[in-house]
């Protein structure tokens, strides 16, 4: 399996529990915010196989132009897949025209264009001016705090206000055992660890949005978007101890650590195999706007 498809497996996985999850106030009022305009321009930044789009396009009763901004070329290949797929099952008659996809129904038209490149170099792939609205979700807490302020510094110079959604602050297993707070502190070190563009926010993105966002002098409004993982999921289960299996050997050194984590992960293994091992999953979502 290639890392983009497996990617992808995981991303479709976790839709219905960012459905769950998603702060319902936090989304009303953004709604409330857009409610007013004919139509809407929006951009979803990092928006990899488009689940974030399809998730808003049935609640918006507006036409709408969408532009998935995502650095990988082959998330958003397999987006235009899923689009089309929503489509059928939601009514629409989907058209690719040059490299744009229509989507009609006897009363809607939606159009969405894919565009390879950095969120950071937002003001060169798209003209702002032109925009209601920018989304994102599950894409700040891998982000620097440096990286961050330098989006919202071109949010301001356009005034164009953000739904910014399921940005991860922590998790815990049930049953908690022994060694849990280790291995997710290391999880979360990996997560913070140095990178070329310096140490992404990880689970302190919360609060770290929340300030630079009043900062810079937005209207904000915070909610919880937690999601619970039951034990009769243990697919989703594997995949964040898979994540998990594979980060931290990246930042613990001694060998008897790596002992450690073998036999926690197995330990975790049997309990999901016996459906005893569920886990909470913490996240918060941010609109911000500007008067
Ligand atoms: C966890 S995924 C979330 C994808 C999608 N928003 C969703 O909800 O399914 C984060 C995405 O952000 C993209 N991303 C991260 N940094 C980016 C950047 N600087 N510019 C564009 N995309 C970026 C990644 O490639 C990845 O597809």
Redesign the pocket.
């Known amino acids: 399996m290639t890392k983009n498809y497996k990617l992808a497996q995981w ?1 479709e996985l ?1 839709i219905p529990y ?1 459905a769950q999850g998603r702060d319902s106030i936090v989304e009303a009022s953004c709604q409330q915010y857009l409610k007013k305009r004919k139509s809407l321009k929006i951009v ?6 488009g ?2 789009c399809r998730y808003y396009l049935s609640k918006i009763s507006q036409d709408q132009e969408w532009f998935l ?4 070329q082959e ?1 958003l290949e397999i987006a235009l897949d899923r689009l089309i797929i929503w489509a059928q099952e939601n009514g629409y008659e989907s058209q690719l025209q040059n490299s744009r996809l229509v989507l009609t129904n006897q009363v809607h038209k939606i159009t969405i264009h894919r565009i390879v ?4 170099d937002l003001e060169n792939l798209i003209d702002l001016n032109t925009f209601d609205l920018a989304v ?4 700040f807490d ?2 620097s705090e440096k ?1 961050f302020q330098t989006l919202l510094e071109c949010l301001k110079k356009y005034q164009l206000p953000m739904l910014a959604t ?1 940005n991860y602050t922590g998790m815990n297993f049930i049953p908690q055992t022994d060694k849990d707070s280790d291995f997710i502190k290391y999880y979360h070190q990996h997560m913070q660890r140095h990178q070329y563009f310096g140490r992404g926010m990880g689970p302190e993105c919360g609060s770290l949005m929340w300030e630079a966002m009043k900062g810079i002098g937005m209207k904000v409004l915070q909610g919880e978007s937690p999601w619970e993982i039951s034990n009769s999921d243990p697919v989703f289960l594997e995949f964040i101890l898979g994540f998990m299996e594979e980060s931290i050997p990246e930042i613990i050194e001694k060998a008897t650590l790596q002992n450690e984590l073998n036999t926690w992960l197995l330990e975790k293994q049997q309990m999901m195999s016996q459906k005893k091992l569920s886990c909470s999953v913490t996240h918060q979502d941010f609109w911000g706007y500007w008067e």
Do not use: P
């Open positions: 991303l976790r960012d979803d930044l990092g928006a990899g196989t689940a974030n901004v995502e650095q990988n998330l490149g950095s969120i950071l994102a979700n599950a894409v891998l982000f990286q399921i």
